[in-house]
Structure formats: structure tokens, C-alpha cells
């Protein structure tokens, strides 16, 4: 099976633009969509990118995704960064036998 | 509004059962698949299981195949997760969700805590 590599943590400004990125070790990063999801302190995650860049209703179009083949890497990407979007961020995506594979979680400090 | 509450929660010891339930509602809960998906304290995510829309087929990661069931009753809107013989590294906050067209969540519960000691 592969692992999904995440930063330990970020930081940025206010009204700045961040982003995480989430590596996979073995096989492509196009082979299989990846979700990011938000979890805030004290609470369940919540969903804000699947299938690599698609964003649910309710997300802000501050958040993005993309991935890079040549880094086989997945990336989310927050604009216009405001407090409330403090929390961890986990990467996800899964392999052929339906085994999914969370990475390890990318704490995101605003300050 | 999609609604998944989770129950069932609790401390148990090592070697001990528990049954967890999950109950749906927002959606028609027989259009999709369901997941369970735990965090133990202080940690990352954990996959943990799903099952299809009428209980067909069901997975399991490997550190609970053997040990956990899961289940559904779409007359009642609820997933359930059978666990037998638990351990302490079973303790975790257990969330279920929903399952988008690929394997991946939408929509998560609350949690619940399972906690395993002697």
C-alpha cells in the first residue's frame, strides 16, 4: 500500500493565501481522486475538496485543489485566509482494493 | 440538511464487545453507501469500514477485519458497527459517513467515543 506525506503544520497571515500539500509514495497521484477534508478544534471533519479539485456546496471558492504528476503530489490551496479557517487539514485517497489511506494531517495556524 | 448522529459510545474492557449505531436522515439513506471512520485521541483519521447501499458487499481495514461487523437497516435509517474483542488501541472517537461515488465522505457525524481499558 502507499502513505500520504503531509507538513506537520503551516502558518500564515490573514488575508494571505496558503497551501498543503499531501505526497503519495508509490503510484501515480492521478490514479485515484484525493479529498481534503477540515477539521476544527473540537469538531467532526468536514468535506472540502473531492475528487482532486471539486468543491461541495457550502465551501467557500477560497478553497482549491489540484494535483502534480511530476510531484506526485495533491495540493489544497486556502486564499484570503481568515481565523475561522484554523484547524488540521487531512489529505485522502485509496488504492484498487477500496483500502483508503488518510495522510498523517496538516495542523494550519492563522495568526 | 443531511443529519448522521452516532451513539453507542462508551468504556469498555479489553476483550469486550460493543455495537455502535449511527442514525440518518436528510437523504435517502438507501442510495448510498456508509462509512465508518475513527480517530484516536490526539491523532490522525482511521478508515475503518464501509458497505454499500443495501449491505451487499462490506470492507474492512485490516486492523479490525475478523474483529468488526458492519451493518445497515434501511427501514430504520441506520448503520451499525458490531465490535467484538477490543483492545486499547481500538479507543477512538468513531464517526460515520457518507459515502460520495468514489471512496471518499461528504457528510460526517459527530463521533462518538469508544474507550478500552482495564
Known amino acids: 500500500n502507499f502513505m500520504l506525506t503531509q507538513p506537520h503544520s503551516v502558518s500564515e497571515s490573514p488575508g494571505k493565501t496558503v497551501t498543503i500539500s499531501c505526497t503519495r509514495s508509490s503510484g501515480s497521484i492521478a490514479s485515484t481522486y484525493v479529498q481534503w477534508y477540515q477539521q476544527r478544534p473540537g469538531s467532526s471533519p468536514r468535506t472540502v475538496i473531492y475528487?482532486?479539485?471539486?468543491?461541495p456546496s457550502g465551501v467557500p471558492d477560497r478553497f482549491s485543489g489540484s494535483i502534480d504528476t511530476s510531484s506526485n503530489s495533491a495540493s489544497l490551496t486556502i486564499s484570503g485566509l481568515k481565523t475561522e479557517d484554523e484547524a488540521d487539514y487531512y489529505c485522502q485517497s485509496y488504492d484498487s482494493g477500496n483500502h483508503w489511506v488518510f495522510g498523517g494531517g496538516t495542523k494550519l495556524t492563522v495568526l | 440538511e443531511v443529519h448522521l448522529v452516532e451513539s453507542g459510545g462508551g468504556v469498555v474492557r479489553p476483550g469486550e464487545s460493543l455495537r455502535l449505531s449511527c442514525v440518518a436522515s436528510g437523504f435517502t439513506f438507501d442510495g448510498y453507501g456508509m462509512n465508518w471512520v475513527r480517530q484516536a485521541p490526539g491523532k490522525g483519521l482511521e478508515w475503518v469500514s464501509n458497505i454499500n447501499w443495501n449491505g451487499g458487499t462490506a470492507d474492512y481495514a485490516d486492523s479490525v477485519k475478523g474483529r468488526f461487523t458492519i451493518s445497515r437497516d434501511n427501514a430504520k435509517n441506520s448503520l451499525y458497527l458490531q465490535m467484538e474483542s477490543l483492545r486499547a488501541d481500538d479507543t477512538a472517537v468513531y464517526f460515520c459517513?457518507?459515502?460520495?461515488?468514489?471512496?471518499?465522505?461528504?457528510?460526517w457525524g459527530q463521533g462518538t467515543l469508544v474507550t478500552v481499558s482495564s
Open positions: 475528487k482532486d479539485n471539486q468543491l
Open positions: 459517513g457518507r459515502s460520495l461515488t468514489v471512496p471518499a465522505l461528504d457528510y
